[in-house]
């Protein structure tokens, strides 16, 4: 059932193949430590790691899905503590999950918490969210990809203001910049989130992952990179039973069964 009590910074559950990471530090706004990025990016994996979860849902609390980086915790680091030993090296492993992530976000998504909700694929904000990449007016730089994923999502001259002069900007504006997907009140996100999740969870699982690799590849390659790569996935799921399963259901007018295989 994925609930570990051992967890300090997050909560976590799972219910119809979803999994669920609540990221649970109120007294920091939700700020990413260092125990704080290990616990989410190990329970990350520990959904990724299991064929029964389709999708997992990243949330936050009403006030905040993250406020960006501990900055207490950084406050007093040197040049070589940061290289020598990254608090956010195991983002790494964040990306690479091959499982649908969809960030339920309300409130403030402020520096790594904005950065965190573009590690994930799907945006959902609540009418509540604030994005924003304010580290400038801290004497640094975003740090886990913030000048590189938000150029690609809202355009390089948006991101450039954003990044340089540290404004936040609110959901609608984020929604109509493409950050966001949609935007739901806020009482809805947690049913919205969880209604995508599940959505997602019900198709192929093999189906999904070649479909979460090649949206990847749109973000990380070169278009001749990425469409080759699409075409080897495509022409792969033809060995998968989904495939005749999807395609005889819609010839019979029925449902289909998925069996992840
Ligand atoms: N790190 C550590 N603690 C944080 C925090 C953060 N990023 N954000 C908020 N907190 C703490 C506050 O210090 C405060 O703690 P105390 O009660 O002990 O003072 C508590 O959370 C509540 O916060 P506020 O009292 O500030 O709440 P507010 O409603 O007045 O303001 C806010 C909310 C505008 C989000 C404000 O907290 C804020 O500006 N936070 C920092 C946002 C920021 O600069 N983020 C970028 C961090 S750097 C980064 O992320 C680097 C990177 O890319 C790798």
Same mark, same amino acid.
């Given at each position: 059932?994925?609930? !570990?009590?051992?967890? &300090? !910074?997050?909560?976590?559950?799972?219910? !119809?193949?979803?999994?669920?990471?609540?990221?649970?530090?109120?007294?920091?706004? !939700?700020?990413?430590?260092?125990?704080?990025?290990?616990?989410?990016?190990?329970?990350?994996?520990?959904?990724?790691?299991?064929?029964?979860?389709?999708?997992?849902?990243?949330?936050?609390?009403?006030?905040?899905?993250?406020?960006?980086?501990?900055?207490?915790?950084?406050?007093? =680091?040197?040049?070589?503590?940061?290289?020598?030993?990254?608090?956010?090296? +195991?983002?790494?492993?964040?990306? &690479?999950?091959?499982?649908?992530?969809?960030?339920?976000?309300?409130?403030?998504?402020?520096?790594?918490?904005?950065?965190?909700?573009?590690?994930?694929?799907?945006?959902?904000?609540?009418?509540?969210?604030?994005?924003?990449?304010?580290?400038?007016?801290?004497?640094?730089?975003?740090?886990?990809?913030?000048? =590189?994923?938000?150029?690609?999502?809202?355009?390089?001259?948006?991101?450039?203001?954003?990044?340089?002069?540290?404004?936040?900007?609110?959901?609608?504006?984020?929604? &109509?910049?493409?950050?966001?997907?949609?935007?739901?009140?806020?009482?809805?996100?947690?049913?919205?989130?969880?209604?995508?999740?599940?959505?997602?969870?019900?198709?192929?699982?093999?189906?999904?992952?070649?479909?979460?690799?090649?949206?990847?590849?749109?973000?990380?390659?070169?278009?001749?990179?990425?469409?080759?790569?699409?075409? =080897?996935?495509?022409?792969?799921?033809?060995?998968?039973?989904?495939?005749?399963?999807?395609?005889?259901?819609?010839?019979?007018?029925?449902?289909? =069964?998925?069996?992840? +295989?």
């Amino acid at each position: 059932d994925h609930e !570990n009590t051992e967890y &300090r !910074n997050i909560l976590t559950r799972a219910e !119809n193949r979803v999994g669920y990471i609540a990221l649970n530090r109120p007294e920091a706004l !939700n700020a990413l430590n260092r125990a704080l990025v290990g616990e989410l990016v190990t329970a990350a994996r520990a959904f990724d790691d299991d064929p029964g979860i389709g999708a997992i849902v990243v949330t936050g609390s009403e006030k905040a899905f993250a406020a960006g980086a501990d900055i207490k915790e950084m406050a007093d =680091q040197s040049y070589v503590d940061m290289f020598l030993d990254d608090p956010f090296a +195991r983002f790494g492993e964040f990306g &690479r999950l091959r499982t649908p992530v969809i960030a339920a976000v309300a409130g403030y998504a402020l520096g790594g918490g904005c950065e965190l909700a573009m590690m994930c694929d799907i945006i959902l904000a609540a009418d509540t969210a604030v994005f924003g990449q304010p580290e400038i007016n801290l004497g640094v730089i975003p740090g886990i990809g913030g000048t =590189q994923r938000l150029p690609r999502a809202i355009g390089a001259y948006k991101a450039a203001e954003l990044v340089l002069t540290g404004r936040t900007m609110a959901a609608d504006e984020a929604e &109509r910049a493409g950050l966001v997907s949609r935007i739901v009140p806020a009482a809805e996100l947690l049913a919205e989130a969880t209604r995508v999740g599940e959505t997602i969870a019900a198709k192929s699982l093999p189906v999904v992952y070649a479909a979460k690799a090649a949206l990847r590849a749109a973000q990380e390659t070169t278009l001749a990179q990425g469409l080759a790569s699409e075409k =080897q996935a495509f022409t792969s799921a033809f060995a998968l039973e989904d495939q005749t399963e999807g395609m005889a259901a819609f010839r019979d007018k029925r449902t289909p =069964q998925f069996r992840h +295989r």
